[in-house]
């Protein structure tokens, strides 16, 4: 599948298929990789916006005696 980059004032613009099931106004992270190639990467919701002091925390799992390793 191929689409092509097209001027819209001063924005490059490429039309996504419908066939890709993009809804309307769904919002995009753009990552240029380290092969040039541009990766649009869907915006999540933040999961951890509206946790309340305390409600997440992890249990330490590596024992007290952590750096405390004999060499």
Same mark, same amino acid.
């Given at each position: 599948? $191929? @689409?092509?980059? &097209?001027?819209?004032?001063? /924005?490059?613009?490429?039309?996504?298929?419908?066939?890709?099931?993009? !809804?309307?106004?769904?919002? $995009? @992270?753009?990552? &240029?990789?380290?092969?040039? /190639?541009?990766?649009?990467?869907?915006?999540?919701?933040?999961?951890? !916006?509206?946790?309340?002091?305390?409600?997440?925390?992890?249990?330490?799992?590596?024992?007290?005696?952590?750096?405390?390793?004999?060499?």
């Amino acid at each position: 599948m $191929f @689409v092509k980059a &097209r001027k819209v004032g001063n /924005s490059m613009t490429v039309t996504l298929p419908k066939q890709l099931n993009v !809804k309307e106004n769904q919002r $995009f @992270v753009i990552v &240029r990789d380290s092969s040039d /190639s541009l990766l649009l990467v869907p915006e999540v919701e933040n999961f951890y !916006k509206n946790l309340k002091d305390g409600e997440l925390y992890q249990i330490d799992t590596l024992g007290a005696n952590f750096g405390e390793e004999l060499i």
